[in-house]
């Protein structure tokens, strides 16, 4: 009964793959139900047959696109995990001393999304234009003076192709850590080896930011004990914006940011009523996302995804964008869509497949394995305590992953800053002045809420900033090993 409630346009497709979030069958984040697992399909090297290079690094340089600043090096190609496993990546050099600089990585979310939407949408050297057919230059890039490096994953997502068995946060984890072995080990980048790194990510990143993050310090530890050999990596900076961390506490959120929020209510009452009845009943979304927290198999998470989305964050969005901004009604044409301008480009950066926005084949694998209602909190805990400098952000006007689901998130963490944050009240946060924000900084600890922006911070401007100003700051404040101050 809920679904009629949709847009009439998302429910008659049944799959679209608007914005980072799949819909199935008119649901946001729904599970299609698959008689057959698709483990282990193939997303094919359409584009080209250049032979693979197990354990190496296949790359064009400087083809001039996105980053036209005179000087700068840039990157891409694949990573081959394997011989019929390839990673899509793209790396451009800092804009200034990137001979010193850190290397930051980006991941977009999903699962199953591109992180070209992140290069191209949000904080990469160029920004995709409304007509979607150029690119014109970001001066609030991440590459500023950090060298940023985009991957594609998992395997079958974006530019990657080859064989698609990741269906968990773990496993892509693995592939991620076997890909940065490689990358680091060709004489290109391995100055990089030594220099502080940092993983930044975005939506469904609110699982991978921690789970990467935890997996890397474990495989540091192994390394150090010997067990395995391995390059360590230098971590020292997570970053996770507008992510899906811990369900548990994040799926309230929704009720009440889709009520009461700082720009209109996005549903009506007797929505609301439902969906708070779908969380609290006795076998409802509350109860299911704990049975799948206490050691649930995949079919209880599996079930309580479908059980949740379809009840709770489906119905709630109301008519309102939730890939972009909750100021923007069904379909926003921002951020620009990628499709044709990636497409036409490909071949030129060396991209051997066809680019989506999102493989439906990746996600279905992790919705079979209801790898989206299990928790990312322990490994986030864990991850803090480690000493990692962690910021986490949300754009204000974002429904998906909204700051009310975030902030409850933070409120819920246990680590040795604990008792530090929560004694803080929220601080205002400028940009050269203007207003931009409320932060708490707790030891190495930041939370911050970004006035103004959608799912994609890095792709809003607020006030008197320009597109991304914002975000670049609170990036490169979190880069220097700051807390995030007023300028
Ligand atoms: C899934 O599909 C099968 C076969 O079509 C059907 O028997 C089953 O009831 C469906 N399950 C759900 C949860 O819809
Ligand atoms: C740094 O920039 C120089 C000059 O463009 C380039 O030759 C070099 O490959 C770059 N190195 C890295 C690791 O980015
Ligand atoms: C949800 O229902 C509970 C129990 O009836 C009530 O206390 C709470 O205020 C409701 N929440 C919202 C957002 O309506
Ligand atoms: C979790 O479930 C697995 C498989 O059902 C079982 O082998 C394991 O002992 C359980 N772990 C805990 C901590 O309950
Ligand atoms: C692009 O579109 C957005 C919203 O759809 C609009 O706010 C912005 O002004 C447009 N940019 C240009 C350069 O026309």
Known sequence: MLLSLLPAFLAAVPLSLGGQVPIVDGVYGGVRNLTTSSRGNVKPASLSVTATTPGKIRAVENTGICETTPGVFSASGYGDLTSTESLFFWYFAARENNDTAPLALWFNGGPGSSSMLGLFQENGPCRINNASTAVTLNPNSW???????????????????????????????????????????????????????????????????????????????????????????????????????????????????????PYHPLVSTSTINRANSSWLSSTGCKEQITACNN????????????????????????????????????????????????????????????????????????????????????????????????????GDADYILNFNGVEAMTNSLETQFTSLFQAQSFESWTVDGQLAGQVKNAGTFSYIRIYGAGHEVPAYKFGTLAYGEAALQMFQQTMAHQSLVST
């Open 143 to 261: 590459n500023t003076n950090a060298n940023m490096l985009y991957i594609d994953q998992p395997v079958g997502v974006g530019f990657s192709h080859g064989t698609m068995n990741v269906g968990t946060s773990e496993e892509a984890a693995a592939n991620v850590w076997t890909f940065l072995q490689i990358f680091l080990s060709d004489s290109r980048f391995s100055s990089l080896q030594s220099r502080d790194l940092a993983i930044w990510t975005e939506s469904y990143g609110g699982h991978y930011g921690p789970t990467f993050a935890a997996y890397f310090l474990s495989q540091n530890a192994a390394i150090a004990a010997g067990t395995i050999s391995g390059i360590t990596l230098n971590l020292k900076t997570l970053g996770i914006g507008d992510g899906l961390t811990d369900p548990l506490s994040q799926y309230p959120g929704y009720i009440t940011y889709a009520g009461s929020n």
């Open 295 to 394: 050691n649930g198999s995949n079919k209880v998470c599996s079930a309580a995804q479908s059980f949740c989305n379809n009840n709770i964050l489906s119905p709630l969005a109301g008519n309102f964008d939730v890939s972009s901004s909750v100021l923007a009604t069904n379909p926003d044409p921002y951020p620009p869509d990628l499709t044709s301008y990636l497409n036409k480009i490909g071949t030129e950066a060396g991209a051997e497949s066809t680019w989506q926005e999102t493989n439906i084949n990746v996600y279905d694998n992790f919705a079979a394995t209801g790898d989206w209602m299990r928790t990312s909190s322990p490994d986030l805990e864990s991850v803090i305590n480690a000493g990692i400098r962690v910021t986490i952000y949300d």
